[in-house]
């Protein structure tokens, strides 16, 4: 039972225009929502949250839109840049006693061309 | 500041061996968690400990996987013994002074051949 879904595998994006990374989820209790990025051989680096309070978040080129009716959130870069190109995992977490445990999505393989 | 550091980075072995993977979390994180990632089922979580103490190993698959946190600075992920399907990417993530991102190692790339 996947409660954190990606469903697009891959995402390919020029340069300067916007990337739109969508995530769905299927777990109510879920009140804190992460998007990660990843580079070859690197371990996941934090990128963005969001709490289930709000509707977005935002930070620099990078905005998170959370729709809890929908269950879902999406990720958008605004200009993508080269350095961008990585995989993006949406996370997902419950408060209380799993305070801290996120769930994961099986990420989106953005590839941003010059 | 270091960040969370995992050893070995990589790993070759055989099947039936005994793997023994390491973590240093960040200082002053209370939280570490295990997390494996495989083609098959992306990141998974495995384990995870708040203030040294397991709270949740469902996720280890059998009994063949074991984990230990001994002090704040330093836990092991055990494969005894190992086989071809444990091959992956084990992560070693910590998180702590309230927050709730996770900050993650650079993995450590178990072969079993």
């Known amino acids: 039972d996947q409660q954190v879904k990606q469903n697009s595998p891959s995402l390919s994006v020029q340069e300067g225009r916007i990337s739109i990374l969508n995530c769905d989820y299927t777990?109510?209790?879920?009140?804190?929502f992460l998007w990660y990025k990843k580079y070859p051989a690197e371990g996941p680096t934090f990128l963005i949250s969001i709490s289930s309070i709000k509707d977005k978040n935002e930070d620099g080129r990078f905005t998170v839109f959370l729709n809890k009716s929908a269950k879902h959130l999406s990720l958008h870069i605004v200009p993508s840049q080269p350095g961008d190109s990585a995989v993006y995992f949406c996370a997902a977490s419950v408060g209380g006693t799993s305070y801290g445990k996120l769930t994961f999505g099986q990420g989106t393989i953005l590839t941003v061309h010059p | 500041d270091a960040g969370v550091i995992q050893s070995p980075r990589h790993e070759v072995t055989e099947m039936g061996q005994e793997v023994t993977l390491r973590c240093k979390p960040i200082s002053g994180h209370d939280y570490l968690f295990w997390y494996r990632q495989t083609m098959m089922r992306g990141l998974e979580l495995l384990i995870y400990?708040?203030?040294?103490?397991?709270?949740?190993d469902s996720g280890m698959p059998e009994d063949r996987f074991s984990a230990k946190m001994p002090n704040a600075s330093f836990s092991t992920l055990k494969i005894q013994p190992s086989e071809p399907r444990d091959s992956a990417v084990y992560f070693c993530?910590?998180?702590?002074?309230?927050?709730?991102?996770?900050?993650f190692g650079e993995g450590s790339r178990l072969t079993v051949l």
């Open positions: 993530a910590s998180s702590g002074l309230g927050g709730r991102k996770l900050f």
């Open positions: 400990f708040n203030n040294n103490v397991p709270i949740d």
């Open positions: 777990n109510s209790m879920f009140d804190y």
